[in-house]
């Protein structure tokens, strides 16, 4: 089973941008849907985006299209998330996490298929 380490959190200002980085160890990486999910103050934690196996399919939450792209090297066990045009919405603690079998499809972005979980590195947007 993977461990998972999350990295480049930080503080920001609005429409700023942002790459916040997992490192996977302990297993074989390219063997994990990987996810990003985050948890802002009070709020439940929500689905972010997600990315196949092999790198070949991303999903990604309707308020972060078109400015957040998750990435993945299979060669460094890494999986990336770039956050453009940032928002104080976007603040949260950002997660990410490993699906080793996925049972449904992975842009319904449900968390109780993922097996594994970061530690959190925290997300702050100012305005």
């Known amino acids: 089973q993977v461990q998972l380490v999350e990295s480049g959190g930080g503080l920001v200002q609005a429409r700023a941008s942002l790459r916040v980085s997992c490192a996977a160890s302990?297993?074989?990486?390219?063997?994990?849907?990987m996810g990003w999910f985050r948890q802002a103050p009070g709020k439940e934690r929500e689905f972010v985006a997600t990315i196949s196996g092999n790198g070949a399919n991303s999903y990604y939450t309707h308020p972060v299209k078109g400015r957040f792209t998750i990435s993945r090297d299979n060669a460094k066990n890494t999986v990336y998330l770039q956050m453009n045009s940032l928002t104080p919405a976007d603040t949260a603690v950002y997660y990410c996490?490993?699906?080793?079998?996925?049972?449904?499809?992975?842009?319904?972005?449900?968390?109780?298929?993922?097996?594994?979980w970061g530690q959190g590195t925290q997300v702050t947007v100012s305005s």
């Open positions: 302990g297993g074989t990486f390219s063997n994990y849907a």
């Open positions: 996490a490993a699906a080793r079998n996925p049972r449904y499809h992975l842009g319904f972005g449900i968390e109780s298929d993922y097996d594994t």
